[in-house]
């Protein structure tokens, strides 16, 4: 089968691969649909976290969805059998850690990422734990099915804590997650959406998906701003997507006394803040976000998808077969790209 290894050199490789053997507990999947997500471009860069964490050469890649083909020994069908469509639950629990046994696998001690510190799944065939395998509605569409794990991201971002329900928003950072999580605080009942990024096309994207007003930071005075949107208030919840050091300051800066923020982006590196007046005599709630909860956000995703209560094909920007992987990785290191679905049966 052809599948994108990555050697330890910057880019990707195509090559001839034996197909995977599902072992006991484990599916074996035919690819119909890939995302590319951020982390897939620190590996294909072979940067320093790359380098530091990725044990090349091995396959890549974890945004997926196929169909069931074979299933190893033990696998409960019903669970997951043959013919099921799945999407995979990228995040690996160990299953026995305190954070695992108290219900919580998404923040799991031991956490091993598919695609990262287990063969990835760019590749016409994959093998993925049963465990998780989401069995999706047949109908739904494989490129939409493949993006509901970084939408996974979105939704439990906005979700957590109060929520957004009647209350002002502000997103920092319109990636494809960002812009996602617009569309879930438009569904959430959000009264005043707001959102910044440096990128014009992307604040374009914004309001297209249903921001109220958009901020480029770079031209505008986001704090300002916002407190003007707000009868000088600031915003109830700050839901930050970027991990940059300047939008997180804003954001806070932005966020009113008893707000709460919602944090998923990660910087590159420790970054500088005021905790005294951005946290404590705020008085703010600051939430961690990490992966999706297991599976509580799974079925959040699956309603908001198939009422059409959010529309995720808005945000892929290119259909590929496998095999033009290099164009859209490009594409994305440009900034030209939001999300390209790679088709491995094409
Ligand atoms: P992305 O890099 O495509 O999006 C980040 C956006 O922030 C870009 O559009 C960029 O232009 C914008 N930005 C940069 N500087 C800005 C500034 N000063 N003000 C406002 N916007 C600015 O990433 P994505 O795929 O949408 O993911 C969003 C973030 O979430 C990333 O940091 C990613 O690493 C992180 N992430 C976290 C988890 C988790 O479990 N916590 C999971 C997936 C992704
Ligand atoms: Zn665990």
New binding site residues.
Partial sequence: MRALSKEARPGALMIDAPEPTPGPGEVLVKVMATSI???DMHIYNWDGWAQSRFPAPMVFGHEMTGEVVAVGQGVNPDMVKVGDHVSAETHLACGHCYQCRTGRKHICQNLRILGVDAPGIFAEYAVIPAENAWVNDPEMPWEIASLQE?FG?AVQTVLAGPGVSSRTVLV????????MAIQVARASGASLIIA????ER?LALARSMGADLTIN?LAQD?VRTVRDATRGNGVDALLE????Q??IR?GFGALTYGGHAS?????AGAIEFDLANDIVFKAATVI????RKMFETWYQVRELVTSGKVDLGAVISHHVPLSHFEEVFEAVRA?EA?KPVMLPQE
Avoid at 263 to 267: D, N, T
């Fill in positions: 997500c951020g982390t970084p991201n920092t950072g319109c990636g494809p997650i960002g812009l910044t990024d440096v990128n992307r930071p986001v997507f970027s991990g940059n300047t939008a804003q944090m998923l982006g990660i910087p961690g976000i990490s992966g900034g939001i």
